[in-house]
């Protein structure tokens, strides 16, 4: 666990959350009743914005994700929406960091991951990321 993660705010991160390539959706939950935070790659560009940047994003809707008792106890969901996703929205380290953080940098438990409209190419990326 990086404690680097406990001093981000919202405030820190104002110019990612507005890109709004991650972030928690109020209200939406997963068929077992668990809180969902959404991402949409096809937002993230990595020439643009650093792979820190987006995984500081991403810890920071975790742990907020958290502060409910039922996600803190029993897990969250996510969901990736793949539209318009190209290898410009690609980078293995960002993918490598990714995947950290959903299997246990930021103390959490990932219940559900769906992805949705991955491209016909997905596999391969896949395979990279298992």
Known sequence: FDHRYLALTAEKLEKQ???QTLFP????KTSDGFDVFYMRPSRYFPNETSTEEIIDN???CMQ???EKEKAAAEGIGFIAYMND???ANFSIGYCYQFMLMLQG???VRVRHFLIVNPPGWF???WTIMK
């Open 64 to 66: 907020t994700m958290c």
């Open 25 to 28: 959706v109020p209200e939406l």
């Open 17 to 19: 959350l507005l890109t």
């Open 85 to 87: 996703w190209k290898m």
């Open 123 to 125: 596999d391969q990326i």
């Open 58 to 60: 991403l810890a920071y």
């Open 105 to 107: 940098r930021i103390p």
